[in-house]
């Protein structure tokens, strides 16, 4: 089993340029969510999808957007990237009922310039 | 909104010492309770979860962690610490809707 994969890993943008971070998982979880780690204020959640067709906003989504048209994907497109969406970005995958446990990617780190 | 506090965000303890990370959160009902580590340059690991039950929850690497309802705490501990133990401890909530609000971080430093 491969997990969660984020696609890539390191990408360097100008500012007001466009992208798409990708994430697929293979375990047919329902649930998936995007997350961004910034120094010392841990990862903040920035959209959620419960299952595909469904998605929501979380605390930062300010200039991303998803979509979740299967289960396995869940990609994050940044618009007009700008210098303060500078981050390492996460995907995680879960499933089930009750406290279960998040699957995390390795992460993409992003650079805007 | 629900929101989680650890209130160290470095901690160094000695190799064989114990270990207690804090952790408070703010939410209207028990939410699910969760921490995670993360070494270095690397994903995110679960070391242990809470919803109900027994308030001592055991983990993973020798973790455990104990539910305070009154204090809204959800501390992490360890009797003796390992070198290997340096890391980023997290603690985070979900509170039904299947993603994960997380505190701030502590950095865990492991001298010899």
């Known amino acids: 089993n491969a997990g969660v994969t984020q696609t890539p890993k390191f990408q360097v943008l100008k500012t007001g340029q466009s992208m798409t971070l990708q994430c697929a998982q293979d375990m047919n979880h329902e649930y998936m969510s995007w997350y961004r780690q910034d120094p010392g204020m841990g990862l903040r959640l920035i959209h959620y999808?419960?299952?595909?067709?469904?998605?929501d906003q979380g605390e930062v989504p300010n200039g991303y957007n998803v979509s979740r048209s299967t289960t396995e994907d869940f990609p994050l497109r940044l618009l007009s990237a700008a210098p303060s969406q500078t981050s390492v970005y996460f995907c995680?995958?879960?499933?089930?009922?009750?406290?279960?446990?998040?699957?995390f990617g390795q992460g993409t780190r992003l650079t805007v310039v | 909104a629900q929101s989680v506090t650890q209130p160290d965000i470095h901690i160094t303890v000695s190799e064989g010492a114990s270990l207690e990370l804090r952790c408070n959160y703010s939410?209207?009902?028990?939410?699910?309770l969760f921490w995670y580590v993360q070494s270095p340059g690397q994903g995110l690991q679960l070391l242990l979860k809470y919803f109900s039950g027994d308030t001592l929850v055991q983990g993973i690497k020798g973790f455990e962690a104990e539910f305070k309802r009154s204090q809204s705490s959800f501390n992490l501990r360890k009797p003796s610490v390992h070198w290997s133990d340096a890391a980023e401890y997290f603690c985070a909530v979900d509170t039904g809707r299947r993603a994960l609000t997380f505190g701030s971080g502590t950095r865990l430093q492991v001298q010899p």
């Open positions: 999808s419960v299952g595909a067709g469904i998605t």
């Open positions: 995680a995958s879960s499933y089930g009922r009750g406290p279960v446990e998040a699957f």
């Open positions: 939410y209207g009902a028990t939410p699910y």
